[in-house]
Nanobody, 119 residues
Framework: QVQLVESGGGLVQPGGSLRLSCAAS????????MGWYRQAPGKQRELVAI???????NYGDSVKGRFTISRDNAKNTVYLQMNSLKPEDTAVYYC?????????????WGQGTQVTVSS
């Protein structure tokens, strides 16, 4: 079993910043890609950012230049630094991890953390 625990969400004013964290734990042999997705009310879940073990990253078009994804492989943790936040960034943010463990390789998801951008 693998668990992903997110933290760092909350309410922030437009133009502000937040940092999300997601720690993976359990019977983990290795973690391949780690990423962040978000889902706003009435919309489909969309990619925010993804990072592979070597450090290469990919971002959704709407967050390029404002958000930065990073990871600490020793801690099995991924971070999302969000700057210049806009009201349209309001959503539930989900962490994902492509994990090789005692179970067959698969993508695991966190429970989600709410980010609200509002004045």
């Amino acid at each position: 079993q693998v668990q992903l625990v997110e933290s760092g969400g909350g309410l922030v004013q437009p133009g502000g910043s937040l940092r999300l964290s997601c720690a993976a734990s359990g019977s983990i042999f290795s973690i391949n890609s780690m990423g962040w997705y978000r889902q706003a009310p009435g919309k489909q879940r969309e990619l925010v950012a993804i990072i592979i073990p070597g450090g290469s990253t990919n971002y959704g078009d709407s967050v390029k230049g404002r958000f930065t994804i990073s990871r600490d492989n020793a801690k099995n943790t991924v971070y999302l630094q969000m700057n210049s936040l806009k009201p349209e960034d309001t959503a539930v943010y989900y962490c994902s991890a492509d994990v090789t463990s005692t179970l067959p390789r698969r993508v695991w998801w966190g429970q989600g953390t709410q980010v609200t951008v509002s004045s």
